[in-house]
């Protein structure tokens, strides 16, 4: 039924505790990709920054800190495909760039994903609302199917 899983990780324990489900799933059913999925949030500067930026940050700077927190973004991507133990299917990974929920569903459809396993922090009232949640927004941005694997420790509240 799932042929291409997509993982979003944003490099935090919590979002890890997806994998567990993912190797079950690939695992006992007939997927042949699963791609992990980080977005690296560019680094937006002032319009009116002069030529030596603000504290001397530099243009130039900027490029050097976004390439490093790519490098980055991918050598935990890779550390986490070697750690999986997927049988039968396909590990690869991907680091994009952009906002974090519109670049995972533009990712999703254009690479034909069948169903985004992601972690949701489980948080209510004026924290989700202030913070947000890239889990619900994708529930209702995605037209792929998405399962959200609440975190350890979830209480359950009405």
Known sequence: MYNKIMVPLDGSELAEC????????????QVSHVVLVRVVD????????????????????????????KEAAEAYLKKIVDSLDVKGANLCYATLEG????????????????LIVIASHGRSGVSRWVLGSVADRMVRSSCVPVLMIRAPGCEPRL
Not at 18 to 29: D, K, Q, T, W, Y
Not at 105 to 113: G, K, L, P, Q, S
């Open 42 to 69: 560019p680094i937006r500067l002032p319009a009116s920054v002069p030529a030596r930026g603000n504290f001397g940050f530099t243009e130039k700077d900027r490029q050097q800190l976004e390439k490093h927190r």
């Open 99 to 114: 906002k974090v929920a519109d670049s995972l569903v533009d990712y999703a459809i254009n690479n034909n994903v069948d």
């Open 18 to 29: 997806v994998l567990p489900h993912v190797e079950a799933i690939a695992s006992g059913g």
